[in-house]
T-cell receptor
Framework: DARVTQTPRHKVTEMGQEVTMRCQPI?????VFWYRQTMMQGLELLAY????????DSGMPKDRFSAEMPDATLATLKIQPSEPRDSAVYFC???????????????FGQGTRLTVV | AQSVAQPEDQVNVAEGNPLTVKCTYS??????LFWYVQYPNRGLQFLLK??????LVKGSYGFEAEFNKSQTSFHLKKPSALVSDSALYFC????????????FGKGTRLSVIA
């Protein structure tokens, strides 16, 4: 049963601490997305990668957020330093984009619920 | 840039009644449209998509959606609601190039009352 795996599921941290969230995309998928979900803003795209290269990270606050894909099986989202306003659920999603193929859906992980106190 | 509007924050419906969750979109060209459902403390699950072809798309759990190009709408429907359908529903759009990520609406919370 292929699925996107995110760790940790929950994270409580103090303001100013570094937070790292990890995502294992579905094997074979070449596109990875990071979304943030809050009550006020709904689902916001933070960044996405194709074939491990960042295509768009304009949704991320650059001074504190960074996203990387060290290899095809791991995507990371880091916040340093974290702030209370970063409290949200962070979702990773993966998909397969193939040349000339019909558009496919994105598959979501269960999310990391981050609380910064 | 593409966008999606879900005009209702909350929809209440009695069990056994038909349900509709509304979605309108804005995109240049022919859109790719999606519906996702989110249950409490879970990620989003794909329900159905419209890429091309028949305007009525059937998806998981008995849901269907109708693409209406003239009204730029993609409403989600189900003939008979179940209490277990209570969840948060998201409409999403991607532009025809396929090179952009999904853009989501704010979500509509569906409550099905027994």
């Amino acid at each position: 049963d292929a699925r996107v795996t995110q760790t940790p599921r929950h994270k409580v941290t103090e303001m100013g601490q570094e937070v790292t969230m990890r995502c294992q995309p579905i094997l074979g998928h070449n596109t990875v997305f990071w979304y943030r979900q809050t009550m006020m803003q709904g689902l916001e795209l933070l960044a996405y990668f194709r074939n491990r290269a960042p295509l768009d990270d304009s949704g991320m606050p650059k001074d504190r957020f960074s996203a990387e894909m060290p290899d095809a099986t791991l995507a990371t989202l880091k916040i340093q330093p974290s702030e209370p306003r970063d409290s949200a659920v962070y979702f990773c999603a993966s998909g397969l984009r193939r040349q000339g193929a019909r558009n496919t859906e994105a598959f979501f992980g269960q999310g990391t619920r981050l609380t910064v106190v | 840039a593409q966008s999606v509007a879900q005009p209702e924050d909350q929809v209440n419906v009695a069990e056994g009644n038909p349900l509709t969750v509304k979605c309108t979109y804005s995109v240049s060209g022919n859109p790719y449209l999606f519906w996702y459902v989110q249950y409490p403390n879970r990620g989003l699950q794909f329900l159905l998509k419209y890429i091309t072809g028949d305007n009525l798309v059937k998806g998981s759990y008995g849901f269907e959606a109708e693409f209406n190009k003239s009204q730029t709408s993609f409403h989600l429907k189900k003939p008979s609601a179940l209490v277990s359908d209570s969840a948060l529903y998201f409409c999403a759009v991607r532009d025809p190039s396929g090179n952009t990520p999904l853009v989501f609406g704010k979500g509509t919370r569906l409550s099905v009352i027994a």
